[in-house]
């Protein structure tokens, strides 16, 4: 493993005009990951942010490698999705309720989405990713249950449009 890191180390220094750097950076995060070395892949996903730190990339990959293990604190994230706007904290979000769901921790990914969907009523995207995360996570009936409610919710507020009336035209 550590053979591995330092290939990647190398490659990532010489990476001036391939591009393939945060790839790499990405793949260490992993191997760490991975290996059970969770604040080694912290403190190097944190040194990351810091010379980047409007990039989405290490937050994501931190949010990926280590909440889905429960390794990294809740606080941090609710700080990166405070600091992140557009595209950015829509990434974050949704990598936010993957994170929990693989980590088995239903009821936190399901508060999440609820948040978000309160904040983002007419946005699709929590809506599509806890169905994901439920379903794959065995949670089915909860899904449904969801489902259920989102349909009843909207059933309450659509409210039937007024019939136009009809105009007899002059014969």
Do not use: H
């Not at 010379?51 to 889905?68: F, I, M, N, R």
């Not at 009821?107 to 995360?133: N, T």
């Amino acid at each position: 493993m550590d053979s591995a890191q330092a290939l990647l180390d190398r490659w990532i220094a010489s990476d001036a005009k391939e591009g393939l750097s945060n790839s790499l950076k990405v793949r260490k995060i992993q191997i760490w990951g991975q290996s059970g070395r969770a604040q080694d892949a912290l403190r190097y996903g944190l040194e990351w942010i810091a010379e980047s730190p409007d990039d989405p990339v290490p937050k994501l990959a931190l949010l990926e490698v280590l909440g889905s293990r429960g390794q990294l604190e809740d606080d941090q994230v609710r700080a990166w999705l405070a600091q992140a706007k557009g595209q950015p904290q829509l990434m974050l979000r949704t990598q936010r309720i993957i994170s929990l769901g693989k980590a088995k921790r239903f009821d936190e990914a399901v508060a999440a989405a609820r948040q978000w969907i309160a904040q983002s009523p007419g946005l699709l995207a929590p809506r599509q990713v806890i169905m994901d995360v439920l379903i794959e996570g065995g949670q089915t009936p909860r899904a449904v249950e969801l489902v259920d409610q989102w349909i009843a919710r909207s059933a309450r507020n659509w409210r039937q449009p007024a019939r136009p009336r009809c105009r007899r035209r002059p014969r």
